[in-house]
């Protein structure tokens, strides 16, 4: 019996090593690489046809016609095919949460309302089977922050191929991450109360938030003047804020949030950016004039107002545009961040020029993270992070990608979908 049970569980341990699905990491450029006869969609210089572009040591070293390959390069021809930057998709939970009815695979939240010293990447899990579901549409990066209520903590941008946090780690404190009190006094049967005892929690919870400011800023204010001795944590990593060191990022949709956190920012002088924005368009003039940018989490969104277009949603992002307001396209969720190419897809259809629609999930997504001078656009001397399609990539019938670099490592497109995809068609072949 025991020799059985000592036969079985070597059995299930070498199956297990068999049939392991995880995808590893690609190793550092080692060689140079020449992409030839592209449509490079370069973003601040325009599209550019018929071009090459020539990747070394894991950056973007030349770009023209007809370059000469130096010697030992990988030779790729994309000829009929588009490349883009790698793109980058802001504000998510990726790698923070695998299976949302499992309590012990999600580490998005904690538990109390001060927690700006939180760090999400300390939490990331570069071998999430989630993770190259989302690379396989073009993602490069993604920006993750810890959910909560009010105070929630530090997002990080990450780069999407790696074995660990650390080596996922792009910008590790790109900002504090802020969730607006509610505003509205919606009821439902999830929020069962009264209007007016709605009314009496939301002006509680904007009173404490403007304390926790308050505290947070005196304590800044005593560190600088050499009088605090003891070290709170929690104050002590909101000091780059009110040293315009490092930007807040308010969670809020209703316009009254917005408005509230501008308020706010006036009253402290910080940078901000509004992450969600569902109302954005209503306050898009004063958002441009404060210099406010929005990470625009609803392009799908259904009208919250009776008097709403039912295509608001999709317009919005077109009005923030018009209105001169820094945007980046995003998802707020984690399995569904691939769907954000998609959302400016559908943009586009809604009025939103290409131009900016690229901008909104490279250049200036990365401006909104910090790391525009990096990544965000096929430049010399930017990281060789880029995407190629058979097609246009913001098109469900052009999108197709065949490639992608992140720092001039071939990334492995392979995921659980088309590892199950392979195993099911070879069940049909065999029934047939």
Known sequence: MKLSVFKLALLAAFSSTVLANDIVPAAAQSAPILLIDATVHTVTQGTLQSTDVLLVDGKISAIGADLTAPAGAKVVDLSGKHLYPGLIALANQLGLTEIEAVRSTDDTTEVTQTNPDLKAQIAYNADSEVIPTIRSNGFAYSMVYPNGSMLMGQSALMQLDAWNWQDATVSDSVALHLKWPKADLQTSPWRPQKPDDIR?????????????????????DAVKAGTQVAVDSRWQAMIPVFAGQKPVFVHADDQRQIEQALQLQQQYGFAMTVVGGRDAWRVAPQLAAAKVSVIYTTPYGIPERADEASSQSFRTPAQLAKAGVKFALSLDGYWDTRNVVFAAGQAISYGLDKDVALRSVTLDAAAIAGVADKIGSIEVGKAATLVVSDGDIFDYLGHKVRYLWIDGRQVDLSSRHTQLRDKYQQRYQHAN
């Open 200 to 220: 009496k929690q939301s002006a509680k919870d904007l009173a404490q938030l403007y304390s926790y400011f308050k505290t947070a800023k005196a304590y800044a």
